[in-house]
């Protein structure tokens, strides 16, 4: 019978890993209550669309990426890095379809 054992090392990999990485469900408290006040005026009512794309779905496409065409690594990283994040899940929110949007450019399937 004929074995074979293969090592594969590649240390980039480690750190995609955890910049793809989502971030784990942030427990939250409730917030102290204030004693109520009458408003004084009707606040402005902000319209914001909530975005298209989930930051798993963005966290998936870029490993996919990466997975397809190890190369890419490096833009993924400077892409990153354009919109002020390590990692996917220091995006906020409204920078969630700029940012698929340009994984798209870069070749990732969404």
Known sequence: ???IHVTV????LRALAEALRPAPAATQEPEPTLPAEPPTAEPEATTMEPPKHTVQEIAMAGAAL????PAM???LLDLLREYGAQVVTDLRAEQL????DALCRLGAKM
């Not at 379809?97 to 698929?100: L, S």
């Open 1 to 3: 019978m004929l074995e």
């Open 9 to 12: 090392s590649c240390p980039d």
């Open 66 to 69: 990466i997975r397809d065409n």
């Open 73 to 75: 690594q490096p833009q």
């Open 97 to 100: 379809d700029a940012f698929a």
